[in-house]
């Protein structure tokens, strides 16, 4: 009976191992791709802020994002991070969601009022990305929040540009090459 209940044991233990390693294998396989190097050319001529929204203000940030794209998990902690230093100096930040997606921000990037749509949109080319709009209600920067695979605030174009606007310092980099982590923002 002994030797029965053992047999029995060491089963269910390999059972469980399995489960276990199949269950880890399939969560790091959804979220670890190659990282392949994706160029976009991101043009801002055709963005425009909603009416309620132009002209003289605060600075202004739009953030645009796809549910369904990892890279975005990449730079949400960034853009919280952003939120937190930026948000109680002058900097008003949107959102603009994949038009069709279904999905939420994280809890910490509540602070980011969303938008149901922003005119000139429909042409970008990828996500996650980024407009700011300087105090006088010009675009000062449309773009990634960084080159390379992952974005944190040691590699961000956005914090330099963030002060220089707050500074009143003219910005002017709506047209922008990078690579990076992106999903295409047009195809489903």
Known sequence: MSRRKTLLASL???????????????YQARYI???????ALFDGS???????????GPVRLVHFWDPACPCNVGNQQHLGELLARFGEHGVDFYSVQKPSSQGELPAPLNGLRALAQLPGSEQLPASPAVAIWDRQG????FGPYSSGAVCTSSNSFIEPILEALLADRPVKASNNLAVGCFCDWQNN
């Open 12 to 26: 269910f233990a390999l059972l469980w191992v399995g489960l276990m390693a199949t269950a880890f294998w399939w």
């Open 33 to 39: 791709r190659p990282f392949t190097e994706q160029t």
């Open 46 to 56: 055709l963005l425009q802020l909603p009416a309620e929204l132009r002209g003289p």
């Open 138 to 141: 010009r675009l000062a920067y």
